[in-house]
């Protein structure tokens, strides 16, 4: 059949795809981009901490912000982080709930601040 190479998820997997899903449907809409305050774009479900290093928190609500897809690539970056319009708060939450990944991400971005100014200096 034609759909025999299609991989099915597990029980457990997709039970967190129903909860986070549910939980996406209850965030506050806000209808612009927290971090440039476009409202003329698509916004994403952007993730503070991202959900490769910290899964954790992954389908916490607070981790998670209304980004256009352009924020949400760039708060990847170190280097545009701070240049968002809601990065102190994005940094506060984040302190507030795990200050160990707020002071990576500090450290982060002071490192590439320095290699930055190395290369362009």
């Given amino acids: ?13 997709a ?3 129903r ?30 901490l ?9 389908d916490k609500a607070w ?3 209304q980004h256009c897809v352009t924020c949400n690539t760039n708060w990847q970056n170190p280097l545009k982080r701070p240049a968002f319009l809601d990065y102190a708060e994005s940094m506060e939450i984040i302190k507030e709930h795990d200050e160990a990944a707020s002071l ?3 450290g982060k971005e ?5 290699k930055f ?5």
């Fill in 110 to 114: 002071e490192l590439n601040t320095i």
């Fill in 19 to 48: 909860a986070r899903k549910k939980m996406y449907e209850k965030l506050e809409t806000f209808g612009y981009c927290s971090g440039c305050g476009r409202s003329d774009v698509i916004l994403t479900n952007s993730h503070l």
């Fill in 104 to 106: 990576e991400l500090i």
């Fill in 50 to 58: 991202s959900q490769y290093h910290y899964s954790k928190y992954m």
């Fill in 117 to 121: 100014n190395i290369s362009h200096g």
């Fill in 1 to 13: 059949m034609w759909y025999s190479n299609i991989r099915k998820v597990s029980k457990k997997k």
């Fill in 63 to 65: 981790n998670i912000k």
């Fill in 15 to 17: 039970a967190k795809y």
